[in-house]
């Protein structure tokens, strides 16, 4: 009896050890305080949108405020960046677009989608090609007939060679006078001003200004006219020759660096997928006419290599591109 009563206090002190060992503190207790999330382009934008839609959905399962934060510039590499260089320890995460599968061969920057774990990838957009109500043009084949005409003349505004006006620009391969910004948000202050002629941008990004008259629709960059609009013409259907790059447009996703804790990207899939299923979030897709995705893991991982070998390959066919994705060993698909 009395070895009994000497040995349980030890028992004890071990299973309260143990138990501590067991219980990871990070995955106890991930998150503990307000998640930035990095959109690295400017507000107004699509992907901002995107983030300010996502993000308070993700809060009501992360039980912690998910801060949107703009860090724009160089196409969107500047605020990949420094989401690239943060601690791995789940408080930063990106929330961007397309962008980081043309970087390498444009020379922009030697990131790539390599350098991330994908979250969830959200939905993807159509893009349309728009003008000012008042334009002489009435049709997508009036401006790239304008565009052979008149090389140089016709200014589209442009976030860069690889941002989704850059990317239709090549696919188009029509001479137009490129006018950068920084943003959608501006590109499309600049077509309502009429400092620019023409713009390709995501839909999201200009759906209330279709609706209220303030800019009209020359096409939907797609294969197929969407079928909510019967009446916007498809660049595939109006000028058949384009199909071969076609379906093409922006997609949305959530991303971090390599190297997180897995307690803490479990999390951070789980809240983001519950969010993603929010009847709210399936509205705003639904109302913007995006497609959703909902991909995570090794699906998300493909979609986006066969994003980037697919635009890669546009750009340096179409003379577009500063390097061969070979040089990174980037498939023909």
């Known amino acids: 009896m009395k070895k009994l009563v000497r040995v349980l206090p030890a028992l004890f002190s071990l299973a309260v050890l143990m138990a501590g060992v067991s219980s990871p503190v990070g995955a106890a207790e991930y998150p503990e305080r307000q998640i930035t999330a990095i959109v690295p382009f400017a507000p ?22 998910v801060v949107v934060k703009n860090v724009s ?158 009446d916007w013409a498809a660049l595939g259907e109006a000028m058949p020759e384009y199909n071969k790059h076609l379906p093409w447009g922006p997609f949305y996703g959530v991303w971090v660096r390599k190297g997180m804790p897995a307690e803490v990207v479990a999390k951070l899939k789980d809240s983001f997928a519950k969010a993603a299923d929010d009847p709210k979030f399936k509205e705003f897709v639904s109302k913007n006419e995006m497609l959703p995705m909902n991909l995570m893991g090794a699906d998300a991982l493909k979609f986006a290599n066969d994003f980037t070998s697919k635009t890669a390959w546009l750009l340096f066919d179409g003379g577009a591109a500063q390097k061969s994705p070979a040089e990174f060993g980037i498939p023909r698909l």
């Open 44 to 65: 107004g934008g699509s992907t901002d949108i995107m983030a300010r839609t996502i993000a308070p959905l993700a809060e009501a399962h992360l039980k912690q405020a």
């Open 73 to 230: 510039g160089g196409n969107g590499s500047i605020g990949a960046k420094e989401a690239l260089d943060k601690k791995a320890d789940g408080y930063t995460i990106l929330v961007t677009a397309e962008n980081l599968a043309s970087y390498r061969v444009m020379g922009v920057s030697q990131l790539s989608f390599g350098d991330y774990d994908p979250i969830i990838l959200l939905a993807r957009g159509v893009p349309v090609i728009v003008t000012k109500p008042e334009s002489q043009w009435k049709t997508v084949n009036d401006l790239i007939k304008d565009t052979t005409q008149k090389p140089g003349e016709v200014k589209i505004a442009t976030t860069g060679p690889t941002g989704v006006s850059g990317i239709v620009a090549t696919i188009l391969g029509a001479k137009f006078n490129m006018v950068p910004f920084k943003s959608e948000g501006e590109i499309i202050t600049a077509v309502l001003g009429g400092h620019t002629d023409v713009a390709t941008v995501g839909l999201l990004s200009v759906a209330d200004y279709i609706k209220a008259g303030k800019l009209k629709v020359l096409a939907v960059v797609n294969d197929r006219k969407l079928p909510n609009h019967p």
